[in-house]
């Protein structure tokens, strides 16, 4: 943390010597600082100077330029095939509808380009020979583990509510916690995020739901959150006395997204698995009752939480591989997993190892989330003897149509007319081999065959 030397890409070394040479005043700022600091390889090398966009273009002419947010300032060069966002100093000028500013106005002066930037962690600047620029405490902040505003929160969350948002992402990557001011600005201004475009809403949301400190940050910030998700709200405080719980609907889900393992899981299958998490109770406040001795239940919760999950994520604008896998995992969550390797193989027919591997993970997430009893860890351990058996059954058995030793056309060639019949004796012919009655070999499948058709001719 104390160190004060950045170790530039060559690349960015380039652009900011080339800047200085021609006079200008140049840094790299932002994330790239705050992550260097923490001793973390920053993504992104952005670039902040006091050139103007059109001098920029002269001074890289020789270089392939992206110039699709010139009017906002900044001018992309692509090194190596890497784009670096140059922008000139700004001021964002005022702010209508709580997230774009109206218009943005260059100026030439470092300090006041960092002072528009969200948080103290985030509005430092470094430049070879300089050292890091750090006007509002931003070193500190990262020392102690703080997303603070720069400025007033309450003006800088009015300015732009998509912030409220990015502190809770940041919180949740860096494992760090809002200051006390921040967050109550935050907590006050929840609803304006209702101004907010879905799409970046949905962005931010997921960048902190992939975040390793989610769950936590979940946990923390849940009515903060409601600003984005109302439905929330209901979760928070809705208890859920009985045997099996040990935290209200919204803690438990906090600690579920804490639990969920998605190692192993494909880029989508883990997008998919946060976002069912994140989800999979939230109809519970709409479905509890409480029984006579005095346990709450959710009857129909995870049908419930299906449709609620999927009205959620269209609002979001998720994208459709998101709504549907999530959707789908929600709506059988709870529902007890088949035993016995017929069961397994039409599980595995109807729904795909794929999906069967996201269901086993969203499973342990959510009993890893309960009350720490012999029957929780009972339930733990017949969703892994189904887990593993499922996937042996994956990899060796036979569960489509296609994996079946015999087509339609050998069906057609050992006599039977062609037609839906077809069709209808391949599925019991399937039906058979999945529950063991018939051996998957072509032999045994034409007698199979015979003897059903036989069956039928008589039957009519
Ligand atoms: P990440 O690693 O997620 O990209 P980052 O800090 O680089 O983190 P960006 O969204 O790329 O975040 O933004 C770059 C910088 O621009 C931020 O570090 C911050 O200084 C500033 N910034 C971005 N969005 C806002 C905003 N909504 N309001 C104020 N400043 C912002
Ligand atoms: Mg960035």
């Known amino acids: 943390m104390r160190q004060e030397n950045i170790r530039l890409p060559r690349d960015a070394m380039w652009l900011l010597q080339t800047l200085h040479a021609a006079g200008y005043s140049a840094y790299v700022v932002g994330g790239c600082v705050r992550d260097s600091l923490l001793g973390r390889q920053p993504g992104d090398w952005d670039i902040c100077t006091s050139a103007r966009p059109d001098q920029m273009r002269s001074l890289f002419a020789d270089q392939q330029l992206i110039l699709t947010g010139e009017k906002h300032g900044t001018v992309g060069v692509v090194l190596h095939g890497k784009p670096y966002e140059i922008t000139t100093y700004r001021l964002d000028g005022t702010y209508r509808d709580h997230r774009h500013p109206d218009k943005v106005c ?275 351990q017949d969703v892994a003897t189904f887990e593993i058996r499922m996937a042996e059954l994956a990899k060796t058995g036979c569960y489509t149509m296609r994996q079946l030793a015999v087509n339609g056309a050998d069906l057609m060639e050992a006599g039977l007319p062609a037609g839906p019949a077809v069709g209808r004796l391949l599925h019991e012919l399937l039906g058979a081999v999945m529950e063991g009655r018939v051996p998957n070999d072509r032999k045994s499948l034409l007698l199979e065959a015979r003897i059903l058709t036989a069956g039928e001719e008589k039957i009519k």
């Open 106 to 380: 260059f100026v030439q002066d470092l300090a006041a380009d960092l002072a528009r930037r969200d948080f103290t962690i985030n509005a430092m600047a470094y430049a070879p020979g300089e050292g890091i620029v750090d006007l509002h405490g931003g070193r500190k902040d990262l020392a102690a583990g703080i997303i603070r505003c720069v400025g007033n929160p309450t003006a800088r969350f009015a300015e732009d509510a998509l912030r409220i948002l990015r502190a809770l992402r940041f919180a949740a990557r860096l494992n760090f916690t809002l200051e006390a001011e921040t967050e109550a600005a935050a907590l006050a201004a929840k609803d304006t995020l209702q101004t907010v475009s879905a799409e970046r809403i949905y962005a931010e949301l997921d960048g902190l739901l992939a975040a390793p400190g989610a769950g936590h940050t979940l946990a923390q910030y849940g009515e903060i959150l409601s600003g984005a998700v109302p439905e929330i709200a209901a979760c928070i405080g809705c208890t859920q006395p009985g045997r099996w719980h040990c935290y209200d609907v919204w803690q438990h889900t906090a600690a579920a997204v804490a639990a969920l393992d998605a190692r192993g899981q494909d880029t989508r299958g883990a997008r998919v698995l946060c976002w069912a998490t994140f989800l999979h109770d939230i109809a519970k406040p709409l479905c509890r009752s409480v029984g006579p001795d005095g346990a709450a239940h959710f009857k129909g919760h995870n049908q419930r939480g299906a449709v609620l999950a999927r009205t959620i994520l269209r609002r979001l604008k998720a994208p459709s591989y998101l709504i549907d896998g999530a959707v789908g995992l929600i709506g059988i969550h709870d529902a007890p997993l088949p035993t016995g390797d017929a069961a397994i193989l039409k599980c595995l027919n109807r729904y795909g190892a794929i999906f069967l591997r996201r269901l086993c993970a969203l499973k342990y997430a959510d009993l890893d989330a309960h009350a720490h009893t012999p029957e929780v860890a009972s339930r733990r």
